[in-house]
Structures are given as C-alpha cells and as structure tokens.
C-alpha cells in the first residue's frame, strides 16, 4: 500500500547520524543462522510469558490506543508499573515507550524497553528498533549499531531485519546489498533502490527491480517510459507482462495495449490490446485484436467479453451474430447480449423478434440482473398508470429469483407499498419485514421500518432526533497479515503497521478478500477515507476462487459496516449538531455522500470540504453567523458552515428532511419547482419523480447512510434488529 507514498514519511527509526567508523566492514554472518537466535530466547527466558488473549474486548490498553499520547499517559502508566506480568502490561510498555520516542524521550524510553523483547515476542524485532532508536536519541551510537546487528542475530527473517539494514546501510554499503537480495518485497529495499538511482540513473537492473516490485508507485509512470525506451530490447516477455499490468492499472491504456502486444499469447493479454486500443480511439485496430483472440481461444472467459466490445464496434446486422454468439456459448454473458439484441431489433424495426429476446430473458434467465431491471421497469410503468395489481406481479418475482440483485430490496418494499394500495395490509407487512430481514442494510430497510411503525425517524421527523451514539471502543483485529503486522494496527502503531503489511503483501497480483479489506484498514486508520471506504465498497465485485464466500462472511462481521460507515469528527459533529438542532446521524451521513470525509477534497465547480461547501455559500454564511477568519478546509469551520446551511435547508421546507437534502445537493429552487409538479402526497413516489438522477440518487444514499449509521451506532436500534434474527 505505501507504494504510492514518500518512504520518509512511514520510517521508525532514523540513523542519519551514525559515524561510518563505528560499523564493522563485515555482515554478521549470523544472519544466516537460526541457533543463536534460539540460544538468546532459552538464555533470557525467565517465568512464563504471558500469552495474547483469545478476546481482547477486556484490554485496558487497545481502549487508550484511541486517545492522544497526553491524554492516555498517566493509565498507561499505571499499566506499565503493574506487578504481575500481563499482555496488557506489555502493550502498555511498548505503546508508551513509542509516546516518549516520539517525543524525543530515549531515556525514559529505554527504562520501559528493557528487556521487553523476551515477555512480548511477538514485537520482539519491533521493541529493538524501537531501543535502537531510543538510544540515538541518548547519543549512544555505538549501542544504537549493537542493538540493529542483534535485531539481525536474533531475527533474520523478520521484515524488521529489512530496516535494520536499511539504516546500518547508510555507513556501510553492503547492507543496502544484502536487503535488495533478502527483502526484495519491504519498502525501504524499494528506497535503497530509488536512492542508487538517483546517483546513477543507468542502472537497468534496479529500473527493473522496481518495474516488478513497485509498478504503481509514485513516479513509476517516468521509470516505466524511461525502461521501454532505453531497454526494450532487454525485456522479457514477463517483464513486459509487468510493464502492462502496471500502465493498465493507472489508466494508462494505449501505452498498455502496445506492452501486452509483446507478452506472451494469452487471453488476457490478447482481450487488453484490444480493449486498450478501443480506448485510445483506435477502434479498427481494436477489432483485430478481439478477433484474433475469438479465433485464439474461442472458450476462453475474456473472449466472450471480446464478442461484446466486438458487436459494440459493429454495425446492427453484424452485431446481432456477435450477440448470438455470445448468447450460445457464454451463458454469463448472454443475458445483456439478449436486452442487447432485443434493443437492436427495436432499432431495426422488428417488435415481434425484439420481443422474443425479451421473453427469452424472463423464460432462461429470469435471475439475472437484466431480467431484474427488465421487470422493474415494466412494474414502474405499470404502477404510474394506477396498475398496482400488475405491478405487484412484474416486481415481486424479482426479490425471489433474483435475491442479490441491488433491485431486490427496491422492489420488495414497493411491493408493499402497492399492496397497500390494494388494501392487502397482511402481505404489505411481509414485504416490509421481508426487506427489513434480507436487507438490512438497505435504505429501503429504512423505508420498511417506517413503514411498520418503528421509532427510526421519518422525513418529517427525524431532524429533531437525538439518538444515543456507541462507537467502537478499540480497533478491530484485521482479518489478513501476520502476528506481529496486527498487534502493531491494534496498538495504533500506523506507520509501523504500514510498513510491516507492504513488506508482508508485497506485489501480490491478486491480493484476498481479507487482504483487500485489511488494507482499507489501515488507509482508514490514516485517515484516507475517500480510498478506504472506496476500497471496501468494491469488494462485493471481488473475482477469484471463493472471492463471493469470502466478501459475504465478512459482511457478516461488524467490523466490515464500521469500517464501511465510519465515524470520524464525531465531537464537532455532536456539537455543531447540537447548536443547529440537527440530527447528528444525519449530518455524518451527507458529510459521508459529500466528501467521503476528506478535508481538503475540491469539486469541480469549487465546493470545497467535509460537507462540499461552495466558496460564495461559505461566505455568506459566515457574514449571516459571525464567524470570521475561516477556512472551507479547516473541518470545524467546514462543519460549522455546513450545518449552518443544512439547518437553513431544513427551515425552508418545514423541517422536512427529504427536501432539506433534496435541497443541498440541487438547491432550493429547484425542491420548489418539483413540488409544484409533482405534489408531495407520497414522499417515496416523491424521491422516484426527481428528474435529477444525481439528485435522486444522492437522496437514497445519504439516507440510505442515515440508517446504517442509525443501526451501527445507536444500541436500541441495534439491539431490535438483532432480536429480530
């Protein structure tokens, strides 16, 4: 993951000072030998050391990792002094000797590191880089180089050992050497590598190493065109493989269809010259490409999608045998080739074929997603002209032959509402609770609760909501990475978590399920939200063996929807909510759809901020509300100003909250006119008829939000759901 950030922005230990002569010329060779390292532990094994519990939920220290260094020091502490040998007493030792580094504090540092190696050996590498750093801090040099030469002693094989050559490495160069050759997948080898480089720009071998073990990286755009122009006659086909995965992962499509052209022949690499052609706009060339790997590999999965952009490239009659194509071999694919086809001869004139297709659809592939949207457009239409009864029909098999289907809990809850209209108030109800059971985290879960009398909030409600708000009390254990890599994350420990987890991953083609989610934990413990809510959000489309399991067990687990639906800012969003008589769950869940919680984010018609404020709103804003001196990026004076503009949003519809939101996002003039057109009898026919599609779909996320913050957050809300499984 840091393979798109400055190294020197995650290093523990810094020895820019260490004088060359204090290092010895030669590399412990004992490196390579397990023994001592095993002599070491036998010889300070001294008592029982305490082991890791099973459940952490009664640590009195990962509740503190929470808090700032000031504010948790005096409980760490007394943790750390306790009698009797604990894990908690480890972890508070560790944590707090990190707190006085950070500080500049190696003496005080020292005294808790002490022979800390041997009661926590799952940070054992961790706690002497931490000593060893600690004592650079006292100027002890000489033993700042003694503890990294025992780091590498005892510890060969950890990714620490990687830092510890790093560092040592900049007195004596053989180190740097023997971590390109050990560590090749750590973070600092990839630095050492950029380092010589800057020296040396012509080295082919280090181009290549970071080609291969950094391709996303920054700057690595430069050293990719750098590589293909110079040393393309050098390059093997794995190598080009590498260059083109890595200019089709940043976007870079036509460079990447030229690379993949010289990879070996396969349909992978065959399909993105192609696609990467198309994109370029040079779609005659593209067309070559999709054809010679229909002839190549006419079973291969990627040719299917090949008979796809093919038939999109071609003219109708020469599509619609493409589309046959697909419909015959590849059943995957062939329902859109079948809306497809039926939407072709719709264009050529020909209803009763067009049909055909369409009925085909619901006779053979009645639960796909196509036959889902297919039906609910149907169910739409007919509902608009007063047709409930047939609308109930078109929808409601939706929800049961097509359960995953994003429409499925849309149209369970209209199915409702339309049984309502025929006074069928039994089998309205069972909608409901049939939403509110399979799709809980739904906005029509929302909708659904209202519905059947739960105390949750409605449009015209909810604003005056005050509902109590529990937020995890520690972090959650990541489901992927070693020992080591998720004590640190669970101690807070970012920068030492990150570097361990990149050097653990390295360039893995195909990172896991878990390995994806782990990884947007740590981009959300550094707050890089907007990536790692984006992250997670895209698992559900996970390829692989086993990626579905893996994506549906871990939406199971809490961990994934706090994750999913954070919560950061919280104490100036209960207080500015508080000042503007706001819901607080409403404010987080438009500040979540405005700006995913980046600061400093921009659009690019200028709304700037956590809650995307407009620079002219924001300036009147401040002259109406007397603050002064402020800053759109600062999130206090973002969330003051925003609040302001939502409460203003809210006073102008009579607190109705649909057209408060409605409002913010298209502005009031806007909600004024739509009412005028539309009246406002049903407020759910009223979000369907909002001709904005942004608008329309920016109101069901944010309180599609608002209910999942509700039910994450609030224990009653919580505990009635969970009664309900």
Known sequence: MAKGRTIQTILTVSLATMISVLLGATLYVAMEKGWVAQLQRQFFASGETPSKPEDDSESLVLPLTLQAPEERRSRLEEIATQDKASYDRNRARYLLASDWIEELEGGKALRLLEGLENEYPVLAPHILLKRARAYELTNELTKSRQTLEQLLEQHPEANAAAQALYLLGKSNPEYHDTALTRFPNHPLTHQIARDRLDKDPNQANLLLFLVRQTPTADGMSAIRDRVVKKYALQLTPEDWGAIADAYWEQGEYGPAAEAYSKTDRAPKSLYRVGRGRQLSGNNTQAKAAYQTLVQAFPEAEETGLALSRLAQLSPPQEALGYLDRIIENFRDRAPDALIRKANLHEKLRQGKLAGQARQTLLDQYSNSDEASKYRWESAKKLAEKGKYADAWKWAHPIAQDN??????????????????????SRDAKAAYEYVLTNYPESYYAWRSAVRLGWDVGDFATLRQMNPPIETPQQRPVPPAGSEAFKELYQLGQDRDAEIQWDAELGNKAEPSVPEHFTEALLLLAQEEYLKGINQIWALKNAEGDGATEEWQALRQTPEYWHALFPFPYKDSILEWSQERQLNPLLVVSLMRQESRFEEEIRSPVG???????????????AQKSGITDYKLTNPEDNIAIGTWYLDFTHRENNDNSLLAIAGYNAGPGNVATWLKRYGFNDSDRFVEQIPFGETKGYVESVFGNYWNYLRLYDPEVAQKLETRE
């Open 403 to 424: 359960p995953d289907s994003s429409l499925a809990p849309k149209a369970a809850f209209w199915v409702g509402k339309w049984a309502t209209q025929l006074n069928l």
């Open 607 to 621: 709304a700037t901020g956590l809650m995307q404020v407009m620079p002219a709103t924001g300036k009147e804003v």
